[in-house]
């Protein structure tokens, strides 16, 4: 019983009647987990940002349809890439279904010196069990194979190069920027060296030692384009260095390197694959500029700048020539920017922080 | 009273470091020398830019790339397997070594900015085990988890925390989550580098009381560097008081708070608010400016007073101090109520005192330091106790502890209105 109870009524207890036994302990409660936000993972949230991403969305949906066509596409009209059938030269598109609907039925408009008028291949040659779904090149070659063997190709000269440059490119600039001092000095100045170098002059000078091929191209692609990426890593690195968790990591003993993969670069893979999608189409423009200017992919192989290169000189006769090649080529220039774009929105880190 | 059984664990002794900057060699601490025993918290206060990390970072071997150490030594003490102790020099260890064996293993860190301190993109329990991981602590995966468990258990937090992120954590949560990292090491050591500045109160109180219910239980010696004073007071056993990078006062924390001779330090438990309103009122808080107080640091020599107090100065400037009285508090509150006019303080010093109409009084120091004439120290007071009247005298306050020449007894206030006091 305690013994406040003994205190007349009306008098105020005073603090020091009060004494430890008049204190009940009521209970603790225990720990109250809540379910709602159990781990929220980092790439969880990147999804959904993504995703509600329309432009991004439908950029990557044509993008893997590009893909799924490169890889499928030669094989659907049952010719070769390379297969000459000089009969059959300069034929115009010509669809099966759409032919009935008037268009694609291998009419061209040819523009003479009297007018133009509307020839049709097919016809002349009486060929009507034959379609060429993108026509046909000046040498009988089928337009359509060639299309998506020259995209297989481009699509693989641009990644494998991306992928290499991102992984040299990023080592070289997070251990440059970690490190700082003297070796970040030296590494930066072959940098700034490697930058002077103009890269056709680069791909002119390689072609004198190797011979042209896809490797000769990924490597003049390498050599060129690897700065880029390096410089990013390099500025997040320098952002990352000074952080209370990189240096609690140094406390607890970690090497340079454990901090430099371990705890650094989980930070900054959002920037490292955003450059990634991003320079694909650098990569894809450049090789169809080399082979624009003659110094790509060698025949009889194809790629799209070597169709684009082919199909310029027939451009004012044929000009359904060219039309696919620039396409497919636009297109996925503009997907994988537009794709690159929204994983930079998805990684955004300023949205991170709750 | 020199405690010589009790065991050492880090003994720094004349440290001095400077860094080099674009704008000359700027000194960090000069001539630091710290003692720090087993099981006990040391606190170093001192204000921005003293050099409090400074010192602590050369123990763990994460000094900036400019910077020099241009003597001293670190000495840390650890036994063998067997139990013979073994001591050497953090200064003169190779980072390998450092990294190796101290750094996480034997001496961790705690830092001041939970949300900065944690890796955003790793899990928790990833975080926390991240000292085990890079010194092999464990043999399988499930021993790991275990321990981890264990250690969110003692800390306050659930095992299923380690599932998450940080950023799904509350500052405080964060916290301990940082004592995690550094308590799953079972180290002999561990400086929190403000750790709790960065919370609010409640939850200040909270990770301190976590901090000593851990080090009752573990035995680990805590470095508690920080600059709120009524908190180094809860906590510590022994404090040192930084200024400009020279260590000026050390003590256990009863003889820095009863008897403060540094006027640096006096300036700092000054400026410790009151809970009590109107002792709050009445405090005044004594200012400290280096250059105009005429101080040098660099001519003064570490001065014994008693026991462990030790102050830095020089032998002029101790003589002109009073040795430490017997008892007393330094600072109190009286306020004067009623006008008085003038009135002196019998304590050998002379204060004028002012009347104001709230009813509070001003006290004006002449001679005495903090003040001059033309500026009131405002409303400050002295304190005391009542001593016995005195005929022809208003009853003041018997003054302890003052510095300057008090004798023991107290003084009086003479006066010429009513005045009452209240106790400090």
């Known amino acids: 019983m305690s013994?406040?109870?003994?205190?007349?009524?009306?008098?105020?207890?005073?603090?020091?009647?009060?004494?430890?036994?008049?204190?009940?302990?009521?209970?603790?409660?225990?720990?109250?987990?809540?379910?709602?936000?159990?781990?929220?993972?980092?790439?969880?949230?990147?999804?959904?940002?993504?995703?509600?991403?329309?432009?991004?969305?439908?950029?990557?949906?044509?993008?893997?349809?590009?893909?799924?066509?490169?890889?499928?596409?030669?094989?659907?009209?049952?010719?070769?890439?390379?297969?000459?059938?000089?009969?059959?030269?300069?034929?115009?598109?010509?669809?099966?279904?759409?032919?009935?609907?008037?268009?694609?039925?291998?009419?061209e408009a040819m523009t003479t010196t009297t007018g133009t008028r509307v020839v049709n291949g097919y016809e002349d040659k009486e060929l009507t069990d034959t379609y060429y779904w993108f026509g046909s090149d000046t040498?009988?070659?089928?337009?359509?194979?060639?299309?998506?063997?020259?995209?297989?190709?481009?699509?693989?000269?641009?990644?494998?190069?991306?992928?290499?440059?991102?992984?040299?490119?990023?080592?070289?600039?997070?251990?440059?920027?970690?490190?700082?001092?003297?070796?970040?000095?030296?590494?930066?100045?072959?940098?700034?060296?490697?930058?002077?170098?103009?890269?056709?002059?680069?791909?002119?000078?390689?072609?004198?030692?190797?011979?042209?091929?896809?490797?000769?191209?990924?490597?003049?692609?390498?050599?060129?384009?690897?700065?880029?990426?390096?410089?990013?890593?390099?500025?997040?690195?320098?952002?990352?260095?000074?952080?209370?968790?990189?240096?609690?990591?140094?406390?607890?003993?970690?090497?340079?390197?454990?901090?430099?993969?371990?705890?650094?670069?989980?930070?900054?893979?959002?920037?490292?694959?955003?450059?990634?999608?991003?320079?694909?189409?650098?990569?894809?423009?450049?090789?169809?500029?080399?082979?624009?200017?003659?110094?790509?992919?060698?025949?009889?192989?194809?790629?799209?700048?070597?169709?684009?290169?082919?199909?310029?000189?027939?451009?004012?006769?044929?000009?359904?020539?060219?039309?696919?090649?620039?396409?497919?080529?636009?297109?996925?220039?503009?997907?994988?920017?537009m794709l690159a774009d929204g994983l930079r929105e998805a990684f955004d880190p300023k949205l991170k922080e709750m | 009273m020199e405690n010589t059984n009790r065991e050492h664990v880090l003994s720094i002794r004349d440290l001095s470091i400077t860094f080099k900057t674009g704008a000359g060699p700027v000194n960090a601490i000069r001539g630091v020398n710290i003692d720090l025993y087993k099981g006990e918290t040391l606190a170093v206060v001192g204000e921005s830019g003293s050099g409090k990390s400074v010192t602590f970072k050369a123990a763990m071997g994460i000094l900036a790339s400019n910077s020099i150490v241009n003597s001293g030594s670190i000495t840390y003490t650890y036994h063998h397997n067997d139990g013979t102790p073994a001591t050497v020099d953090l200064l003169k260890m190779k980072t390998k070594d450092i990294r190796r064996h101290i750094n996480g293993k034997r001496i961790a860190m705690i830092f001041q900015d939970p949300m900065a301190c944690l890796n955003p993109r790793k899990k928790v329990g990833e975080i926390i085990a991240q000292g085990l991981d890079i010194h092999h602590l464990y043999k399988n995966r499930a021993e790991r988890q275990q321990k981890v468990a264990d250690i969110l258990r003692k800390v306050g937090l659930a095992p299923e925390h380690?599932?998450?992120?940080?950023?799904?954590?509350?500052?405080?949560?964060?916290?301990?989550?940082?004592?995690?990292?550094?308590?799953?090491?079972?180290?002999?050591?561990?400086?929190?580098?403000?750790?709790?500045?960065?919370?609010?109160?409640?939850?200040?109180?909270?990770?301190?009381?976590?901090?000593?219910?851990?080090?009752?239980?573990?035995?680990?010696?805590?470095l508690f560097i920080a600059h709120d004073l009524s908190m180094v007071k809860y906590i510590s056993d022994r404090i040192g008081v930084l200024h400009l990078g020279h260590l000026v006062e050390t003590g256990t924390t009863e003889e820095i708070f009863n008897n403060p001779v540094h006027p640096y330090t006096q300036s700092l438990l000054s400026a410790i608010p009151q809970p009590a309103p109107r002792t709050e009122r009445g405090r005044l808080a004594k200012t400290y400016d280096y250059k105009q107080a005429g101080v040098d640091y660099h001519v003064g020599k570490r001065q014994h007073l008693e026991g462990t107090h030790y102050v830095l100065a020089t032998d002029e400037e101790l003589a002109q101090r009073p040795s430490?009285?017997?008892?007393?508090?330094?600072?109190?509150?009286?306020?004067?109520?009623?006008?008085?006019?003038?009135?002196?303080?019998?304590?050998?010093?002379?204060?004028?005192?002012?009347?104001?109409?709230?009813?509070?009084?001003?006290?004006?120091?002449?001679?005495?330091?903090?003040?001059?004439?033309?500026?009131?120290?405002?409303?400050?007071?002295?304190?005391?106790?009542?001593?016995?009247?005195?005929?022809?005298?208003?009853?003041m306050c018997g003054l302890r502890g003052l510095p300057g020449r008090v004798p023991a007894g107290g003084g009086c206030l003479r006066q010429q209105q009513d005045a009452s006091l209240l106790g400090g």
Request: glycine share 10%.
């Open chain 1, 3 to 107: 013994h406040i109870e003994s205190i007349p009524a009306g008098s105020q207890a005073r603090i020091a009647d009060l004494r430890p036994e008049d204190f009940q302990l009521r209970g603790v409660s225990g720990q109250h987990l809540d379910s709602n936000f159990a781990s929220q993972g980092y790439w969880h949230d990147v999804l959904h940002r993504f995703l509600s991403n329309k432009g991004a969305v439908v950029a990557l949906i044509l993008i893997v349809l590009i893909v799924a066509m490169a890889l499928a596409g030669p094989g659907m009209s049952g010719r070769d890439y390379s297969s000459q059938t000089l009969s059959e030269k300069n034929l115009a598109p010509r669809i099966p279904v759409l032919e009935d609907l008037g268009i694609f039925n291998g009419d």
């Open chain 1, 139 to 337: 040498l009988g070659r089928d337009i359509w194979t060639r299309v998506w063997e020259g995209a297989r190709v481009s699509l693989g000269i641009a990644i494998v190069s991306a992928a290499i440059n991102m992984t040299l490119g990023m080592c070289y600039g997070l251990i440059s920027g970690y490190f700082g001092g003297w070796v970040d000095t030296i590494m930066q100045r072959i940098v700034e060296i490697n930058n002077g170098i103009p890269r056709l002059v680069v791909v002119t000078l390689l072609l004198l030692v190797v011979k042209p091929g896809f490797t000769t191209i990924v490597l003049a692609l390498v050599i060129t384009e690897w700065i880029n990426m390096s410089r990013i890593a390099r500025a997040e690195m320098l952002k990352l260095k000074e952080q209370e968790f990189v240096l609690a990591s140094r406390t607890l003993g970690a090497g340079s390197f454990s901090i430099i993969f371990k705890e650094v670069l989980p930070n900054i893979i959002g920037q490292i694959i955003t450059q990634l999608m991003f320079s694909i189409p650098t990569a894809i423009f450049t090789e169809a500029f080399l082979s624009f200017v003659g110094l790509g992919i060698p025949v009889p192989q194809c790629s799209l700048g070597s169709l684009i290169n082919e199909a310029f000189n027939s451009f004012t006769t044929h000009p359904y020539q060219i039309v696919p090649p620039i396409v497919v080529m636009s297109l996925l220039m503009l997907c994988f920017n």
């Open chain 2, 162 to 222: 380690a599932d998450r992120y940080p950023h799904q954590f509350s500052g405080g949560q964060r916290q301990r989550v940082g004592i995690a990292r550094a308590l799953i090491m079972d180290p002999k050591l561990i400086i929190a580098d403000e750790c709790i500045s960065a919370l609010d109160v409640s939850i200040q109180a909270q990770v301190v009381n976590l901090m000593k219910d851990l080090q009752d239980e573990t035995g680990t010696a805590y």
């Open chain 2, 324 to 395: 430490a009285l017997p008892g007393g508090r330094l600072y109190g509150t009286l306020v004067l109520y009623g006008r008085p006019k003038r009135g002196t303080i019998c304590t050998g010093g002379t204060f004028h005192v002012q009347s104001s109409d709230s009813g509070g009084g001003r006290l004006w120091p002449d001679g005495g330091r903090g003040g001059t004439a033309d500026r009131p120290v405002r409303d400050h007071c002295l304190s005391g106790r009542r001593v016995q009247r005195q005929p022809g005298h208003r009853q």
